[in-house]
Each structure stands twice: as C-alpha cells, then as structure tokens.
C-alpha cells in the first residue's frame, strides 16, 4: 500500500487535504473520480471530522506521500 495526498482547494487560500492507503496513483484517482460532485467524509491527519461536498471544489491534487520516519 502506498499512501497518498488528496488535497481539495477551493480558492487560492482555503483548501482541506486527507491522505488515502490504494496500491497504485491509479486507484487513487479512480476514489475521486467516484466521489465527484457528493458529500464525503473523512478525518484529517490532525484528527479534525471533515464532511466535505466535493461539488464545491475548484481544484482537486493527487500526489505520493512519502513520511518521514
């Protein structure tokens, strides 16, 4: 599994981001394909409860995670 950074921005300042464990960047953008234009929900790296409406996102960005260990 590698981990990967979703990040959904809304304007030039605001943007949430959440890290998702697929195989493959593939995968990963299939998961936000899907989840276009509908109510998500997830928790941040932080902790924080997001529930997110993907329909109001100007920007979606897919990138691999690498953390440091």
Do not use: P, W
């Amino acid at each position: 599994m590698q981990e990967y950074k979703v990040t959904y921005f809304f304007d030039e300042q605001h943007y949430v981001r959440r890290f998702i464990h697929v195989e493959s960047q593939e995968k990963a953008e299939e998961i936000v394909q899907k989840e276009r234009d509908q109510y998500i929900e997830f928790t941040d790296s932080r902790g924080i409860y997001h529930e997110l409406n993907t329909k109001n996102v100007r920007v979606t960005q897919i990138s691999a995670y690498h953390r440091k260990k």
